[in-house]
Protein backbone atom coordinates (compact mmCIF):
# COMPACT_ATOMS: atom_id res chain seq x y z
CA UNK A 1 0.00 0.00 0.00
CA UNK A 2 3.10 2.54 0.72
CA UNK A 3 4.16 1.50 -2.03
CA UNK A 4 1.35 2.29 -4.50
CA UNK A 5 1.15 5.87 -2.89
CA UNK A 6 4.28 6.29 -4.13
CA UNK A 7 3.82 5.45 -7.21
CA UNK A 8 1.02 7.75 -7.35
CA UNK A 9 3.49 10.37 -5.98
CA UNK A 10 5.97 9.46 -9.06
CA UNK A 11 2.01 10.07 -11.32
CA UNK A 12 1.52 13.66 -9.85
CA UNK A 13 4.74 14.48 -9.87
CA UNK A 14 5.08 13.35 -13.94
CA UNK A 15 1.64 15.71 -14.49
CA UNK A 16 3.02 18.44 -12.59
CA UNK A 17 6.15 18.56 -14.71
CA UNK A 18 4.97 17.60 -18.24
CA UNK A 19 1.62 19.77 -17.66
CA UNK A 20 2.28 21.74 -15.16
CA UNK A 21 -0.53 21.67 -13.07
CA UNK A 22 -0.95 22.96 -10.18
CA UNK A 23 -2.88 20.43 -8.27
CA UNK A 24 -0.49 17.87 -9.37
CA UNK A 25 2.44 19.36 -7.39
CA UNK A 26 0.71 19.86 -4.43
CA UNK A 27 -0.66 16.48 -4.15
CA UNK A 28 2.46 15.05 -4.82
CA UNK A 29 3.97 16.80 -2.03
CA UNK A 30 1.09 15.40 0.15
CA UNK A 31 1.67 11.70 -1.01
CA UNK A 32 5.07 11.64 0.70
CA UNK A 33 3.68 11.74 4.50
CA UNK A 34 1.21 9.38 4.12
CA UNK A 35 3.18 6.80 2.58
CA UNK A 36 5.55 7.51 4.91
CA UNK A 37 3.63 6.47 7.65
CA UNK A 38 2.02 3.68 5.69
CA UNK A 39 6.00 2.05 5.32
CA UNK A 40 6.46 2.52 8.66
CA UNK A 41 3.50 1.02 10.42
CA UNK A 42 3.87 -1.91 7.62
CA UNK A 43 6.95 -2.31 9.36
CA UNK A 44 6.05 -2.28 12.97
CA UNK A 45 3.36 -4.56 12.27
CA UNK A 46 5.06 -7.57 10.72
CA UNK A 47 7.49 -7.11 13.45
CA UNK A 48 5.01 -7.59 15.87
CA UNK A 49 3.40 -10.38 13.70
CA UNK A 50 6.78 -12.12 13.77
CA UNK A 51 6.94 -11.48 18.08
CA UNK A 52 10.25 -9.78 17.86
CA UNK A 53 11.10 -6.29 18.33
CA UNK A 54 11.11 -4.07 14.78
CA UNK A 55 14.12 -2.44 16.55
CA UNK A 56 16.92 -3.81 17.80
CA UNK A 57 19.69 -1.88 20.08
CA UNK A 58 23.27 -2.07 19.27
CA UNK A 59 24.92 -4.87 21.31
CA UNK A 60 27.92 -2.72 24.06
Known sequence: MALSTYVLMAI????GFVWK???A???AKNCAPI???QLL??????G???NEP???P???
Open 12 to 15: FSGM
Open 21 to 23: HPF
Open 25 to 27: DIA
Open 35 to 37: GAN
Open 41 to 46: SAIRTF
Open 48 to 50: SLL
Open 54 to 56: WFR
Open 58 to 60: LAC
